[in-house]
């Protein structure tokens, strides 16, 4: 193996001591911690784990947690009541609406009653907006850490090509106009891509976020190229045949144990910056 493994959660555990330290100042100004409310709708036991594991970041980094599990027969109406009463609520200081959310649930309702201001995993119209525009906001959460990856090893997107591979509105779509803001050449390819391998040959960045295992093979990788592999599938295995791009690579995210593990960070860091901009 060539590429040196980026350790996503060395990374994540820097941001999360900064962050800790952040959380006990504002408690202070706060009169009580930080607090991050999660919403959670039905039985995915990917979802649980997801919640669960936020949960226990927040506690070991000085953040309170509140989970609201409601049952998977939950309209998109009581989920939205829910999401305002928690945007109105002084005691929350980010809103987490776990997805996915059952089919019935029209899951971009339920993420626009959020609160701009506590939409600390970027979901909202106006934290898209703000990102888009290059303005202050909050971040989707995923592609907010795979730019903490990036400077952490050193990797300036400027001049390079990136190529995205999927182009979903919390992970493709939002990284890709990171990397622009970074001045990357940026390529984004999904379902409808011809030759695949062919583009993702020219990338100096590859950014996976697919959920389809091993669909990158290790071969179309660019030597030299770094590769960030968000996909996580059955068997923690990625969107890119890890052994093989591992040979041609310069960098390379581990799954699990690489981007998994800033996302969280993000999450984390976010609701600190919300609960210092409501006691500002
Ligand atoms: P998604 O909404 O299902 O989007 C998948 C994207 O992949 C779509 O844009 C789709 O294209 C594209 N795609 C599907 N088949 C393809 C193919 N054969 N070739 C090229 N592109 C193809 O998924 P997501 O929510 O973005 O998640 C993607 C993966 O990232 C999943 O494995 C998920 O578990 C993982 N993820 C990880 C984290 C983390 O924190 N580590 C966070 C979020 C997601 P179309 O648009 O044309 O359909």
Request: hydrophobic share 45%; aromatic share 4%; glycine share 10%.
């Amino acid at each position: 193996m060539r590429a040196t493994i980026i350790d996503g959660a060395r990374v994540a555990n820097a941001i999360l001591a900064q962050t800790h330290q952040r959380a006990s100042a504002v408690a202070t100004t706060l009169g009580r911690k930080p607090c991050l409310a999660t919403v959670l709708v039905g039985e995915d036991p990917a979802s649980h784990t997801y919640v669960r594991m936020k949960s226990n970041r927040c506690r070991t980094t000085g953040l309170d947690s509140r989970t609201h599990h409601l049952p998977a027969c939950t309209t998109t109406s009581e989920a939205v009541a829910l999401v305002r009463a928690l945007s109105g609520d002084t005691g929350v200081d980010g809103i987490l609406v776990q997805h996915p959310m059952p089919a019935h649930i029209d899951e971009r309702t339920v993420f626009e009653a959020i609160d701009p201001g506590k939409d600390v995993d970027g979901v909202t119209h106006a934290s898209f907006a703000a990102m888009a525009l290059g303005s202050n906001g909050f971040q989707s959460c995923t592609p907010a850490g795979i730019m903490a990856l990036l400077d952490a090893y050193d990797v300036d997107p400027a001049g390079l090509r990136a190529v995205v591979v999927g182009r979903s509105l919390i992970l493709g779509k939002p990284v890709g106009m990171l990397l622009l803001a970074r001045d990357a050449t940026v390529t984004y390819c999904h379902s409808r891509t011809v030759d695949l391998s062919q583009v993702v040959a020219e990338a100096d960045i590859v950014v996976a976020g697919v959920g389809k295992p091993a669909l990158i093979k290790g071969d179309w990788i660019k030597p030299g190229a770094v590769v960030i592999d968000a996909g996580y599938n059955r068997g923690n295995i990625g969107d890119v045949q890890y052994a093989e791009a591992a040979e041609r690579a310069r960098l390379i995210t581990p799954v699990p144990g690489g981007v998994g593990p800033t996302t969280i960070a993000m999450l984390l860091r976010q609701t600190i910056t919300a609960a210092e901009q409501a006691s500002s």
